[in-house]
């Protein structure tokens, strides 16, 4: 295993890219998966929402990525988790308008 694919140094890269990309959050990494293997999440770390959760990759693997795709891949989770919680309000938002409209028909 060359020192490009340890796992150490992968973490690195990925906690670097993150504070490019997201000032002001955190980033904890799971330590439950596999060893070669990172699973991380990324939270606010003024109201501790945890904002995005990454399926676990092999360290080999985010090696072989270019900054740029990591970046990209980092920016994709980003997107798909801010997508996700924001249907969650707006079907919440829709589900107690609907009670208040019966409600108020009541």
């Not at 270019?66 to 970046?71: A, E, F, P, V, Y």
Request: a positive charge.
């Amino acid at each position: 295993m060359t020192s490009k694919t340890n796992y150490c140094v992968q973490r690195t890269r990925i906690i670097r890219t993150i504070q490019a990309l997201t000032p002001g959050f955190g980033i904890a990494f799971d330590e439950s998966v596999m060893p070669d293997w990172i699973k991380f999440r990324i939270e606010d770390q003024t109201t501790g929402t945890i904002r995005v959760l990454s399926s676990p990759e092999r360290a080999s693997l985010v090696a072989q990525w270019t900054d740029q795709k990591l970046c990209s891949y980092l920016k994709h989770l980003m997107v798909v988790w801010l997508g996700l919680s924001r249907r969650k309000q707006h079907s919440r938002s829709k589900r107690s308008q609907r009670r208040t409209m019966n409600f108020d028909l009541a």
